[in-house]
Nanobody
Framework: QVQLVESGGGSVQAGGSLRLSCVVS????????MGWFRQAPGKEREFVAA????????KYRDSVKGRFTISRDNAKKTAYLQMNNLPPEDTAVYHC?????????????????????WGQGTQVPVSS
């Protein structure tokens, strides 16, 4: 049974940085695409970033391009989301998710239904 556990969230002031981690149990991490989504209070879950199984392809939502970086360490079965220059609008619960091998290359990374396992989320409150 696959489990995803996020960590690294916490209160931060506007302009600050955080690095989120997502540790994945199971033997299929190195062949899986990984994504990060977020859900702000009263809003729907939205795509943030995704990375292909080997790390060669990355995709971002427009509002985080240049500020967020997604990466992965297959040996550690961990995906990361480095978040810099955070404004209050980035306040949300951030979830990592596992998707199939060809998800990012196929351009389907923004669709939550394409992912088959999710973490519980880590809160990121950004204060002004």
């Amino acid at each position: 049974q696959v489990q995803l556990v996020e960590s690294g969230g916490g209160s931060v002031q506007a302009g600050g940085s955080l690095r989120l981690s997502c540790v994945v149990s199971g033997r299929t991490f190195s062949s899986a695409s990984m994504g990060w989504f977020r859900q702000a209070p009263g809003k729907e879950r939205e795509f943030v970033a995704a990375i292909s199984w080997g790390g060669a392809l990355t995709k971002y939502r427009d509002s985080v391009k240049g500020r967020f970086t997604i990466s992965r360490d297959n040996a550690k079965k961990t995906a990361y989301l480095q978040m810099n220059n955070l404004p209050p609008e980035d306040t949300a619960v951030y979830h990592c998710a596992r998707g199939p091998r060809g998800l990012v290359a196929g351009g389907r990374e923004k669709r939550p239904e394409e992912y088959d396992a999710w973490g519980q989320g880590t809160q990121v409150p950004v204060s002004s």
